[in-house]
């Protein structure tokens, strides 16, 4: 995976991006949820997953296996914001609670391959299974990834917020930074407003600060000023 961050430490820049997902431990335990879950069968696209009608359908509170795919998590109550992103292999849920549920909403992006079961069943497989310390390391990790996408926005000026979702998109695999549109990534998970957000695009481009070609983002060049 080639960065487009070469080596610069940015002060926007958290130490989170360097965060590994826990696969093996992921894929033990969707191996053993696996067997007592259901398809979810979404549009082709992808799509809003209806967490009401799933639990309802389920019972109670669904934990959802994402095998293959992407999937969006947007927040209701901060007008639509993109708060995280996730792929395959993955688990949500195991943790959740009615209140997660009401505040935020799950996109499926692209095709996806999801199952789903009722939360009580998964718990009682995970017992059954010893996977306590498997489920534990991965939700540490879905902590970490939690204050990430917090501190992108908590107590940050425009300035900051663009800075900090920059490096996070300079992360990103080079064939997938190289097809995304800086102004939409940035919009989709800011509340930034178009104008503001160019004028410190540009800015930054004319600092020598980093290189954009065609609305893409090629790389950052040296570390973003602390202040504006």
Known sequence: MKSALHNCVSVYQDPCFNLEKPVAEVERIIEKLL????PVFMQEGGGVINLKLLNKNKGGLSVILLLKGKMNFIRKSSGGILFGTAE?????????SSFKEEVFKYVA????NIYALPRDMAIDIINAHN??????NYHAYISDMEVRYSNRLI??????????????????????????GI???????SHISR?????ILADLRDGGYVDIQYGKLIRIIKNFPKFY
């Open 88 to 96: 395959g292999p993955s688990v949500f849920g195991l943790l959740g």
């Open 35 to 38: 067997p007592a879950a259901t």
């Open 131 to 136: 996977l306590l310390r498997d489920v534990l």
């Open 195 to 199: 104008s503001t957000m160019m004028k």
């Open 109 to 112: 992006v692209g095709d996806c």
């Open 183 to 189: 102004a939409k990534f940035i919009i989709d998970r």
């Open 155 to 180: 107590n940050q000026t425009p300035y900051g917020i663009v800075c900090a979702i920059l490096c996070e998109l300079a992360a990103l695999p080079e064939s997938v930074r190289l097809k995304t």
